[in-house]
C-alpha cells in the first residue's frame, strides 16, 4: 500500500537496497498479534452489524453532511481534551469562520490543525490516507517541498538607504510592494489549506526525539496496514491504532492515530464517514497502559468503537428532532427566505451567533434576529446567557 517512494519523505535506513551505496540493514517488522478468532467472531460480527446500520440510518436521514460537520469540529475539541488541553468549541467555529473574537492561542490552533487533518481525511478517496503521502498531508507536510518559507528577522533599514529599499519603491505605484507581499502571504497560506507546509530539516532536539526514525515508523506502520488488509475490519483497525501507539508515532500529534482507525474502517467499507473515535474514547473506560494483551487490546477498542456508535446515534436523534421541528416553521416560509439557510446552520454547526449567521447567509444581523424570532419555540437552546455573546445550539 505504501507505493513507490515519493521525493517529499527520505527513505528510512531499514529500507535501503543491498546494492545501494549504504551499507544494507535488515528491515524490522512489527509482530501481528495472535488472535483467538473463534472466542471474538460475535463481538466482531455484532459491531460490523452496529456500525452498517448507524451508516444506513445516517445517509436514509439526509443528514450525513450536517452530521459529519458537526462531529468533525467535536472530535476536534475532544482530541485536544485528550491530550490536556481545554478548548472551547465556540472559539474553534469562529476561528473555522475566520471570526476569531480574540486573538487565538496556541491550544486553538492545534485543534484547527486536528480538524483539518479531519476534512483532508474524508475529502479524498478511502486508501488515499493510508499511504505516505497521505501521512504526510495529515500532518501539514506537502509533497516536494523542501524548504519551509520563513522570512527572516532583521532591522529596520535606514529610510536615507537607497540600497536598502527594493527598485519599485520609488516607482509611481506606491502599493507595488505592499501588493507583491500581500501575493506571497496568500500563496504561502494556499499551501498550507492544500497540506503543502513543509517542516524544517534540522529540528531542535528539545522538542523532536533525536532516536527516534519516523520514517522507519511510518513504514513499520504501513506495513501492519497492508499485512492485516484480510483481516475483518475492526481487527485490522485495532490493530493499526495499537501499532500507532506502540511505535510511538507523531507523540505531538496525538489525535492522529484515532483518524486512522476511522480511515481504515471507512476504506474497508463499513462506513463512508469518519466515526467519533476520539469522543467514544473519552466516554469509554479503556486506557492503554502497554501491558495489555491483544485480547484485551481488541476488547478496548471495540468498547471505544461502541461508545463512539452510541454517541453517533443520540447526536443524529438530536438532529433529526430539531429538524422536524424548524421545518414546520420553514414550510410557510416565502420561497425567496433565508430562514431554511439559517436552519440548515444549526444543522451543520455546534453552535451558532448572529454575526456568524450574517457572514454565512450574507443577510445583516438583525435580519438574522428576526429569523430566530421567527423560528419561536423551534429555536434551538440558548447556550450561553451574555447578552454580548450570544449562541444557540442543538443540544
Not at 476534512?119 to 498531508?137: N, Q, V
Not at 428532532?321 to 433565508?338: D, I, Q
Request: proline share 7%; hydrophobic share 45%; glycine share 6%.
Amino acid at each position: 500500500m505504501a507505493g513507490s517512494w515519493p521525493s517529499s519523505r527520505p527513505r528510512s535506513k531499514f529500507a535501503t537496497h543491498p546494492f545501494d551505496d549504504e551499507p544494507f540493514l535488515a528491515p524490522r517488522t512489527y509482530d501481528l498479534p495472535e488472535l483467538p478468532w473463534e472466542s471474538i467472531a460475535g463481538r466482531l460480527e455484532a459491531s460490523t452489524i452496529r456500525m452498517l446500520r448507524f451508516d444506513a440510518r445516517l445517509e436514509a436521514s439526509g443528514l450525513a453532511a450536517g452530521w459529519q460537520s458537526r462531529c468533525d469540529m467535536s472530535e476536534a475539541v475532544r482530541a485536544l481534551l485528550l491530550d490536556g488541553h481545554l478548548v472551547d468549541v465556540g472559539d474553534l467555529v469562529l476561528h473555522d469562520a475566520g471570526m476569531d473574537v480574540r486573538h487565538p492561542t496556541h491550544e486553538l490552533t492545534r485543534a484547527a490543525a486536528a480538524l483539518r487533518a479531519q476534512r483532508t481525511a474524508l475529502a479524498r478517496k478511502a486508501p488515499w490516507p493510508l499511504s505516505i503521502d497521505g501521512l504526510a498531508a495529515l500532518r501539514g507536510i506537502g509533497p516536494g517541498a523542501d524548504e519551509p518559507s520563513v522570512r527572516a528577522k532583521s532591522k529596520r533599514p535606514d529610510p536615507e538607504d537607497d540600497e536598502a529599499y527594493p527598485p519599485y519603491a520609488n516607482d509611481a505605484d506606491p502599493w507595488k510592494a505592499h501588493l507583491a507581499e500581500i501575493d506571497a502571504l496568500l500563496d504561502r497560506t494556499s499551501k498550507v489549506l492544500a497540506g503543502e507546509t513543509p517542516l524544517r530539516k534540522s529540528r531542535s532536539h528539545l522538542v523532536y526525539d533525536p532516536d527516534q526514525d519516523e520514517a522507519e515508523a511510518e513504514d513499520l506502520w504501513l506495513d501492519v496496514v497492508q499485512r492485516t488488509s484480510s483481516w475483518p475490519a475492526i481487527a485490522a483497525a485495532a490493530v493499526a491504532w495499537n501499532a500507532w501507539l506502540d511505535l510511538s508515532l507523531y507523540t505531538r500529534l496525538p489525535w492522529l492515530g484515532l483518524i486512522m482507525a476511522a480511515a481504515i474502517l471507512r476504506a474497508r467499507g463499513l462506513t463512508a464517514r469518519l466515526l467519533p473515535l476520539a469522543t467514544g474514547f473519552k466516554q469509554s473506560k479503556f486506557r492503554p497502559q502497554g501491558r495489555e494483551g491483544a485480547l484485551e487490546k481488541l476488547e478496548g477498542f471495540c468498547q471505544v468503537l461502541e461508545e463512539a456508535l452510541s454517541i453517533a446515534h443520540k447526536d443524529l436523534d438530536r438532529l433529526i428532532l430539531a429538524r422536524e421541528l424548524m421545518s414546520r416553521v420553514t414550510k410557510e416560509c416565502c420561497s425567496n427566505s433565508k430562514l431554511p439557510g439559517l436552519v440548515d446552520l444549526f444543522l451543520s454547526r455546534p453552535l451558532v451567533t448572529v454575526p456568524l449567521g450574517a457572514k454565512l447567509l450574507k443577510v445583516t444581523p438583525k435580519a438574522v434576529d428576526l429569523m430566530m424570532a421567527q423560528l419561536g419555540g423551534a429555536l434551538p437552546r440558548e447556550l450561553t446567557g451574555r447578552t454580548p455573546y450570544r449562541a444557540w445550539g442543538i443540544v
